[in-house]
């Protein structure tokens, strides 16, 4: 083994215990976006994250620039190349069915149990031990290094935009915050918000309900049926039949209320959850009275998590099948609102599916583009992708080919960048409830990530 990267080992080996307290203290500051007050564009909270993680990089002698509360940045090294890790210390809301703590930061059979374990605080952590190690063990490298702790990753990217907006790009940078050795390639992410009035009916949805952000798959949804006299009888007939012990009702006077639960998901891969508005809509279906079933069978397929009642299913080679989640859901003046956040492959275009959607659903939808981030994607061959490849296979004996995914990170925002591994098998996945992470797995992460740092600084110099 390269002598430089025991050096390293040796000084995370001696510090493993900093590392996990540091790592627990962070993940209890609830971290969700809130309200922006001066200073802190994404709220208290968030910044007193970024003020935590601003002091662990000060006390490490480190320079540091605080961009407004967007994000800030520490740097340390000399040179003219530059190479950068970007984590964020954003936060998803917790949702129901915590058995833990959500900011509790509970260590159990090795496990710390928080929102933000995994996604990312704790490899952001992790991240800033490895560049600790590299500024400690070995200061004379002649590359510069950077950790970015970003604040808005998980609901718009303000954060990088404003890094790009004055700041310098990496050489090479990374973004802790995907699969290993690495995902070259990402999809882009789309969010269309389609509106629909709901036609007048004796079976009619008032209200609906349900999500908390386009990229979590939704728990819990409700919704309000108005059923007149006329078709009362054929809804009860139908409700003493229904099946779906997810979904819930109560009547009030003519309103028939609707409740349904799910399992929550990261909204890049729906399969892994079980979305309560995808029930909920495929109950309202089946009640539905045979001249209302064509409408609601729309707004039911609409949810389908390839893309099919959107009209914009499809698949690429390098990154393979299009998904959808129907992430918000919100009701107002007879108007029903649904916001998909579309993962799509690297060779479509977002204006596309715009497109694709409204022909798919006629005239009396109007759907509209809300963001769109253009997807990422490094040919096998490129001297990053190897890098990491490379140290992947050395640290851990395994050889494996580079990933895509549906996720969003960082790295598609950064110029020369790519997104790296975090977790291993039996850490929690995430945007899910208990979220955890092992010690274990911080401390080989940590492990890895100066590795990859060390070589890409040499790869840099050349």
């Given at each position: 083994?390269?002598?430089?990267?025991?050096?390293?080992?040796?000084?995370?080996?001696?510090?493993?215990?900093?590392?996990?307290?540091?790592?627990?203290?962070?993940?209890?500051?609830?971290?969700?976006?809130?309200?922006?007050?001066?200073?802190?564009?994404?709220?208290?909270?968030?910044?007193?994250?970024?003020?935590?993680?601003?002091?662990?990089?000060?006390?490490?002698?480190?320079?540091?620039?605080?961009?407004?509360?967007?994000?800030?940045?520490?740097?340390?090294?000399?040179?003219?190349?530059?190479?950068?890790?970007?984590?964020?210390?954003?936060?998803?809301?917790?949702?129901?069915?915590?058995?833990?703590?959500?900011?509790?930061?509970?260590?159990?059979?090795?496990?710390?149990?928080?929102?933000?374990?995994?996604?990312?605080?704790?490899?952001?952590?992790?991240?800033?031990?490895?560049?600790?190690?590299?500024?400690?063990?070995?200061?004379?490298?002649?590359?510069?290094?950077?950790?970015?702790?970003?604040?808005?990753?998980?609901?718009?990217?303000?954060?990088?935009?404003?890094?790009?907006?004055?700041?310098?790009?990496?050489?090479?940078?990374?973004?802790?915050?995907?699969?290993?050795?690495?995902?070259?390639?990402?999809?882009?992410?789309?969010?269309?918000?389609?509106?629909?009035k709901i036609p007048a009916s004796d079976f009619q949805l008032i209200d609906a309900h349900g999500g908390q952000r386009p990229n979590i798959v939704i728990d819990s949804f409700s919704a309000t049926i108005r059923v007149g006299d006329s078709v009362r009888g054929g809804v009860e007939s139908k409700l003493a039949d229904a099946w779906d012990r997810n979904v819930t009702t109560v009547w009030e006077g003519d309103q028939l209320h609707i409740?349904?639960?799910?399992?929550?998901?990261?909204?890049?891969?729906?399969?892994?959850?079980?979305?309560?508005?995808?029930?909920?809509?495929?109950?309202?279906?089946?009640?539905?009275?045979?001249?209302?079933?064509?409408?609601?069978?729309?707004?039911?397929?609409?949810?389908?998590?390839?893309?099919?009642?959107?009209?914009?299913?499809?698949?690429?080679?390098?990154?393979?099948?299009?998904?959808?989640?129907?992430?918000?859901?919100?009701?107002?003046?007879?108007?029903?609102?649904?916001?998909?956040?579309?993962?799509?492959?690297?060779?479509?275009?977002?204006?596309?599916?715009?497109?694709?959607?409204?022909?798919?659903?006629?005239?009396?939808?109007?759907?509209?583009?809300?963001?769109?981030?253009?997807?990422l994607y490094f040919p096998l061959d490129h001297p990053l992708v190897q890098t990491v490849i490379d140290v992947y296979a050395e640290e851990t004996g395994e050889r494996k080919a580079p990933g895509t995914m549906g996720g969003g990170t960082y790295a598609r925002a950064i110029p020369n960048s790519v997104s790296i591994g975090t977790g291993w098998l039996g850490d929690g996945n995430a945007h899910e409830t208990d979220e955890r992470v092992?010690?274990?797995?911080?401390?080989?992460?940590?492990?890895?990530?100066?590795?990859?740092?060390?070589?890409?600084?040499?790869?840099?110099?050349?």
């Amino acid at each position: 083994m390269d002598s430089n990267v025991q050096l390293l080992r040796d000084w995370l080996t001696a510090h493993e215990d900093e590392l996990v307290e540091t790592t627990r203290e962070i993940l209890r500051i609830p971290s969700i976006e809130g309200e922006p007050e001066p200073n802190a564009p994404y709220g208290a909270e968030n910044r007193r994250a970024l003020d935590y993680a601003l002091k662990l990089a000060a006390d490490a002698g480190m320079e540091t620039v605080d961009l407004e509360g967007h994000l800030a940045y520490a740097t340390f090294g000399s040179g003219e190349k530059l190479i950068m890790s970007l984590g964020h210390i954003d936060v998803v809301p917790v949702g129901p069915g915590w058995k833990h703590e959500p900011f509790g930061a509970e260590l159990e059979n090795g496990y710390i149990y928080a929102r933000g374990s995994t996604d990312d605080k704790g490899p952001t952590i992790a991240s800033f031990f490895a560049m600790r190690a590299i500024k400690e063990a070995l200061p004379d490298l002649g590359v510069r290094f950077r950790q970015a702790f970003g604040c808005n990753e998980e609901s718009g990217f303000g954060c990088v935009e404003r890094y790009v907006q004055t700041e310098e790009a990496p050489t090479f940078g990374v973004a802790p915050d995907s699969g290993w050795p690495l995902y070259h390639a990402e999809k882009g992410i789309c969010d269309l918000v389609i509106d629909v009035k709901i036609p007048a009916s004796d079976f009619q949805l008032i209200d609906a309900h349900g999500g908390q952000r386009p990229n979590i798959v939704i728990d819990s949804f409700s919704a309000t049926i108005r059923v007149g006299d006329s078709v009362r009888g054929g809804v009860e007939s139908k409700l003493a039949d229904a099946w779906d012990r997810n979904v819930t009702t109560v009547w009030e006077g003519d309103q028939l209320h609707i409740t349904s639960i799910g399992k929550a998901a990261h909204g890049a891969t729906p399969i892994d959850g079980d979305s309560a508005a995808i029930r909920g809509f495929r109950f309202i279906r089946d009640l539905a009275p045979l001249n209302d079933q064509e409408f609601y069978s729309t707004v039911f397929h609409m949810g389908h998590i390839g893309g099919a009642g959107l009209g914009i299913a499809g698949a690429d080679v390098p990154s393979k099948d299009l998904t959808t989640n129907l992430g918000v859901i919100t009701f107002a003046d007879g108007v029903l609102t649904q916001l998909f956040n579309i993962r799509y492959p690297v060779t479509f275009k977002g204006t596309d599916l715009h497109a694709a959607a409204q022909e798919k659903l006629g005239a009396q939808f109007t759907v509209r583009i809300e963001r769109d981030s253009a997807p990422l994607y490094f040919p096998l061959d490129h001297p990053l992708v190897q890098t990491v490849i490379d140290v992947y296979a050395e640290e851990t004996g395994e050889r494996k080919a580079p990933g895509t995914m549906g996720g969003g990170t960082y790295a598609r925002a950064i110029p020369n960048s790519v997104s790296i591994g975090t977790g291993w098998l039996g850490d929690g996945n995430a945007h899910e409830t208990d979220e955890r992470v092992a010690v274990a797995s911080l401390v080989k992460m940590a492990r890895i990530y100066a590795h990859i740092f060390y070589r890409l600084a040499m790869v840099a110099k050349g």
